[in-house]
């Protein structure tokens, strides 16, 4: 069974706080997505990952930075985390296209900033 | 562009059926659908694809009009385990790779 899995499920932080949080996927899979999913607005992405070093903006990037060292780990980093960064943050793998594939899903990680 | 799903909400009693629908303002590639239950990751359901071929689910079915840009996901004789909140992804490009998912349809299904 493919496994995604994510530093911490819940979060608690400070404004201005520097944030890291990590994904780890078992899968070898070359994709890897930070998504943020807040209610009504559903499942947004921040950055996508296609290959170690390489990266995209998502529909989302401000305030956020990401890092690919290694193939399985993909962090998402708040610089100077805000109270508007409070959500939930999960992280997705899948293979490169094309065919599309399924995009795997990590538990999420809830992260609240006072 | 995000897709646009309705309902946004629908309630069901075991049995009944529903269809949930996608719809996208953008030519599309590829449509895929999740569910996710209430404090769960989002767990796929189906993919399908330009052109008319389908991957996924057994007991779940859904149809991809690509000249409407649009999918539904038919759930049919539903059962509790169906409960959830559904998203549809939508790719527009050929390479498979990026989702731009709907702000989802939460069903609950009622003994």
């Known amino acids: 069974d493919v496994k995604v899995t994510q530093s911490s499920r819940y979060l608690v932080k400070r404004t201005g706080e520097k944030v890291f949080l990590e994904c780890v996927q078992d899968?070898?899979?070359?994709?890897m997505f930070w998504y943020r999913q807040d209610p009504g607005l559903g499942l947004r992405l921040i950055y996508f990952?296609?290959?170690?070093?390489?990266?995209e903006k998502g529909d989302i990037p401000e305030g956020y930075s990401v890092s690919r060292e290694k193939k399985e780990r993909f962090s998402l980093i708040l610089e100077s985390a805000s109270t508007n960064q409070t959500s939930m943050y999960l992280c997705?793998?899948?293979?490169?296209?094309?065919?599309?594939?399924?995009?795997?899903f990590g538990p999420g990680t809830r992260l609240t900033v006072l | 562009q995000q897709p646009v799903q309705s309902p946004q909400a629908v309630i069901l009693r075991e049995g009944e059926d529903a269809v949930i629908n996608c719809s996208s303002s953008k030519a599309l590639y590829s449509v895929h659908w999740y569910r996710q239950k209430h404090g769960e990751a989002p767990v796929f359901l189906m993919i399908?694809?330009?052109?008319?071929e389908q991957k996924g689910h057994d007991k779940i079915s859904a149809s991809f009009n690509e000249k409407k840009q649009q999918s539904s996901l038919y759930l049919t004789a539903s059962q509790l385990s169906y409960s959830g909140t559904y998203f549809c992804g939508t790719e527009i490009g050929e390479y498979g790779n990026k989702l731009v998912f709907g702000a989802g349809t939460i069903l609950r299904v009622k003994s």
């Open positions: 899968m070898d899979h070359e994709n």
């Open positions: 990952s296609y290959d170690v070093k390489m990266k």
């Open positions: 997705a793998s899948s293979f490169r296209g094309p065919p599309p594939d399924t995009q795997y």
């Open positions: 399908l694809l330009k052109g008319g």
